[in-house]
Nanobody
Framework: VQLQASGGGLVQAGGSLRLSCAAS????????MGWYRQAPGKQRDLVAI???????NYADSVRARFSISRDNAKNTVYLQMNSLKPEDTAVYYC????????????????WGQGTQVTVSS
């Protein structure tokens, strides 16, 4: 299983970016996909997550500005980030909780390689 993230970059405060993450390989089903972020010297924190049932959860700091969506047919999750602030600067990691084996109920967590988002003031 691989998670390939893209869409990071440098943007001015108030700007927008859209992150994408596609899951590939052989696996059963995806329970949840989402995004975490880690700023220098800080822990990795949840940004947004969506489940196979369509529920979503956001960090309070981004709830009014970010939107997570998912294309189940493409095993892809998107994060639309608007009104970006310098404090949003971090490496953003794609996350998936999925069944790696179609014949088993076993689930595991997977992480993408991270994409840098830098917001200048």
């Amino acid at each position: 299983v691989q998670l390939q993230a893209s869409g990071g970059g440098l943007v001015q405060a108030g700007g927008s970016l859209r992150l994408s993450c596609a899951a590939s390989g052989n696996f059963g089903s995806i329970n949840a996909m989402g995004w975490y972020r880690q700023a220098p010297g800080k822990q990795r924190d949840l940004v947004a997550i969506t489940t196979s049932g369509g529920s979503t959860n956001y960090a309070d700091s981004v709830r009014a500005r970010f939107s997570i969506s998912r294309d189940n047919a493409k095993n892809t999750v998107y994060l639309q980030m608007n009104s970006l602030k310098p404090e949003d600067t971090a490496v953003y990691y794609c996350y998936a909780n999925l069944r790696p084996y179609a014949y088993s109920g076993y689930v595991d967590d997977y992480w993408g390689q991270g994409t840098q988002v830098t917001v200048s003031s």
